[in-house]
């Protein structure tokens, strides 16, 4: 039996902080991507903290809907491969965040207060990175956010639900050779492209292959996240707007 539909196996939640007490009391199950995740939604939290109390357990972590403000205070957790933080207030993203979670492959940050692609570049370290939402966000309003993005994360391979395509990764090149950045360099995404499978790049006759052209498995673990059907009626209304 599913956790989440037994109202008496868990105690009530303590709500403002990220105890150990809240992390043991919170619901555990396997998720719709069959990752083992913790549940931890909607209980006014401010910030990551005491997560060593789940012991490297969970391949999947659930924040969404709380008032997180940093993306930061991570313990080390190899075993962690996605991180869900819909609806929070993050505005910075921590550096260095390789040393604590390592093997993260997929970041949903739907729905926060992201500005500056500076902090986008912070996550550059995390090489596992393959996956990243930030649909919501003040940053994705600008016209070239994809291109910067693809450009700081040379291998991400999803971007708001969208593969990124041979045809992005050569457009961000000559975007920063024109306009110049000096953060992230462009040759190990080219290389890596080269040779790489490209299956949702454009083909011969401009029209992009119907394969991996949405990532289905980002796209589940939003729309698990959201709390009522208005939140996944907005989120299948980016995709199918990203999908134009």
Known sequence: TDARDDPDM????LSGRLTAELILRSPQYLNACGEYEVD???NKIS???????????????????NEIVKL?????????????LNNNRITRISKNLEKSIPNIETLVLTGNRLKNITDIRN???????KRLVVLGNSLAKDPKYRL????????????DFKKVTAKEVAGAHSFYEEHGDGDVA???RVDEDAGGDRSGE??????QNSTGDVDQTALRATIESAQTMEDVMKLEAALQAGSA
């Open 72 to 84: 930061e205070g991570f313990p080390l957790l190899p075993r962690m491969k996605t991180i869900l």
């Open 40 to 42: 931890l939604r909607g």
């Open 186 to 188: 462009m040759s190990d």
């Open 202 to 207: 454009e083909g011969k006759d401009g029209k």
């Open 148 to 159: 910067k993005i693809i450009n700081a994360l040379p291998h991400l391979k999803m971007l």
């Open 47 to 65: 910030a990551i903290e005491n997560l060593g109390a789940t012991e490297n357990q969970f391949d999947s972590i659930d924040l969404s809907d």
């Open 123 to 129: 996550l550059s370290g995390l090489k596992k990175l």
């Open 10 to 13: 868990f105690a009530p939640r």
